[in-house]
């Protein structure tokens, strides 16, 4: 699960490598095994909670790092911080890191540290692998990560199948959002395009369509649903297995966890790592991490909705054009035949596209690994084994 170090600590600058790193996020450990990430990269990066007494009073650099920069961004104007600084806060580094053209070494550090490294905390990985037996029970299930909740909503200006009470409501958290910049959004031209998460009732006929039977067990990956338990109704009336974190544990089980929501998050995650199929209705942080994390780990089948092609049918369901079952079933099946998150090497940018648009347009390491944490034999993807090393 991708993490931001709060604070880095250098006292050198070589290869790309932090050789001291300084952890002053409270959150972290309460999240993940501090000390496991800590010895696992012993060899590459030496990683201190504190800050030495001679640099607790040193002139701090805080640094936003730039989106979507190349390698040279890097090796200039980031290195060039260390000519004048000895403590850099890296500010608000998340999802902002080059993803390709870097050297190997670095690449395969970012692997040890996303997939080896990177662990929850030992209760937060017992309770998850606890929750991951107890779906199993009922065979084997397919984790959804619904994110039809509120603040999605509010955010992406999404209204289909809402009330307009509802509507308003969202349009008026978003109004009120200061940090959020856009807020005029046409909800029908959103969702054509294919920006807004399919709804309860769309993931239901969608799931269906790819024949999955009624008996099939659904884990719920996501916050509360916009709307309660009554949005869930049609889901549920398809699919009567239809648990989460509260229905297969008990009150006095979460109660460590359930007022901390990066750890209600983290049991979701380990749930949809370890699921059979995983499908995200939405192209959030947390879908993409799990895609990338279950393609490290094997290719695990991840199937990835095209909600602009979804929304053209579900509209021609609504309006009596066409029927659920063996046309839609069809449609359905022929669209998503390459987006089961078989193996394939990450995407560059798209062509055509230059500067900050060019490595925008890449596709992220986090979310696709290869092939950087591949070791090839006689093809890129046959007899291949996945490596940190």
Same mark, same amino acid.
Not at 92 to 100: E, I, V
Not at 148 to 171: I, P, Q, R, V, W
Not at 260 to 275: F, G, N, T
Not at 336 to 349: E, F, I, M, Y
């Given at each position: 699960?991708?993490?931001?170090?709060?604070?880095?600590?250098?006292?050198?600058?070589?290869?790309?490598?932090?050789?001291?790193?300084?952890?002053?996020?409270?959150?972290?450990?309460?999240?993940?095994?501090?000390?496991?990430?800590?010895?696992?990269?012993?060899?590459?990066?030496?990683?201190?909670?504190?800050?030495?007494?001679?640099?607790?009073?040193?002139?701090?650099?805080?640094?936003?790092?730039?989106?979507?920069?190349?390698?040279?961004?890097?090796?200039?104007? #980031? $290195? *060039?911080?260390?000519?004048?600084?000895?403590?850099? !806060?890296?500010?608000?580094?998340? +999802? %902002?890191?080059?993803?390709?053209?870097?050297?190997?070494?670095?690449?395969?550090?970012?692997?040890?540290?996303?997939?080896?490294?990177?662990?929850?905390?030992?209760?937060?990985?017992?309770?998850?692998?606890?929750?991951?037996?107890?779906?199993?029970?009922?065979?084997?299930?397919?984790?959804?990560?619904?994110?039809?909740?509120?603040?999605?909503?509010?955010?992406?200006?999404?209204?289909?199948?809402?009330?307009?009470?509802?509507?308003?409501?969202?349009?008026?958290?978003?109004?009120?959002?200061?940090?959020?910049?856009?807020?005029?959004?046409?909800?029908?031209?959103?969702?054509?395009?294919?920006?807004?998460?399919?709804?309860?009732?769309?993931?239901?006929?969608?799931?269906?369509?790819?024949?999955?039977?009624?008996?099939?067990?659904?884990? #719920? $990956? *996501?916050?509360?649903?916009?709307?309660?338990?009554? !949005?869930?109704?049609?889901?549920? +009336? %398809?699919?009567?297995?239809?648990?989460?974190?509260?229905?297969?544990?008990?009150?006095?089980?979460?109660?460590?966890?359930?007022?901390?929501?990066?750890?209600?998050?983290?049991?979701?995650?380990?749930?949809?790592?370890?699921?059979?199929?995983?499908?995200?209705?939405?192209?959030?942080?947390?879908?993409?991490?799990?895609?990338?994390?279950?393609?490290?780990?094997?290719?695990?089948?991840?199937?990835?909705?095209?909600?602009?092609?979804?929304?053209?049918?579900?509209?021609?369901?609504?309006?009596?054009?066409?029927?659920?079952?063996?046309?839609?079933?069809?449609?359905?099946?022929?669209?998503?035949?390459?987006?089961?998150?078989?193996?394939?090497?990450?995407?560059?940018?798209?062509?055509?596209?230059?500067?900050?648009?060019?490595?925008?347009?890449?596709?992220?390491?986090?979310?696709?690994?290869?092939?950087?944490?591949?070791?090839?034999?006689? +093809?890129?993807?046959?007899?291949?084994?996945?490596?940190?090393?």
């Amino acid at each position: 699960m991708p993490c931001t170090l709060c604070v880095c600590v250098c006292n050198s600058y070589q290869f790309d490598i932090f050789n001291l790193v300084c952890f002053n996020c409270s959150n972290f450990s309460n999240v993940f095994d501090e000390d496991h990430f800590i010895s696992s990269l012993a060899n590459d990066v030496k990683i201190i909670r504190k800050l030495p007494m001679e640099l607790t009073t040193a002139t701090r650099g805080v640094k936003h790092f730039r989106s979507w920069s190349g390698i040279d961004y890097y090796q200039e104007e #980031i $290195a *060039s911080l260390w000519e004048e600084y000895q403590v850099i !806060r890296a500010a608000k580094s998340d +999802s %902002r890191l080059a993803n390709n053209n870097l050297p190997p070494d670095i690449q395969k550090l970012r692997c040890r540290a996303c997939y080896e490294a990177l662990q929850f905390a030992p209760r937060i990985e017992a309770m998850g692998k606890l929750l991951v037996d107890r779906m199993r029970s009922y065979g084997r299930y397919i984790a959804l990560h619904l994110r039809f909740e509120k603040d999605m909503l509010a955010f992406s200006g999404c209204t289909h199948n809402l009330s307009l009470e509802e509507a308003e409501e969202l349009k008026s958290i978003r109004e009120n959002t200061t940090w959020w910049k856009v807020k005029d959004i046409d909800p029908v031209e959103q969702r054509a395009k294919g920006y807004c998460p399919l709804t309860p009732k769309e993931v239901g006929i969608f799931l269906g369509a790819l024949g999955f039977p009624s008996s099939t067990p659904l884990y #719920i $990956a *996501s916050g509360e649903i916009y709307g309660g338990e009554s !949005r869930m109704d049609d889901l549920q +009336s %398809r699919y009567p297995l239809l648990m989460n974190k509260e229905k297969l544990a008990s009150v006095e089980e979460l109660q460590p966890f359930i007022n901390h929501a990066s750890q209600m998050a983290a049991l979701d995650y380990i749930v949809s790592v370890e699921s059979d199929i995983f499908i995200p209705t939405y192209s959030g942080n947390m879908a993409r991490a799990v895609e990338g994390h279950r393609r490290f780990m094997g290719h695990r089948k991840t199937i990835l909705p095209d909600r602009k092609a979804l929304v053209r049918l579900f509209d021609k369901v609504d309006r009596g054009t066409m029927k659920e079952g063996r046309n839609l079933s069809n449609r359905v099946i022929e669209i998503h035949k390459r987006r089961q998150g078989s193996p394939r090497k990450r995407k560059g940018p798209i062509s055509g596209t230059k500067g900050t648009d060019r490595f925008r347009s890449e596709e992220a390491f986090y979310v696709n690994p290869l092939p950087d944490c591949l070791c090839r034999k006689e +093809s890129p993807f046959m007899n291949a084994s996945l490596v940190t090393n």
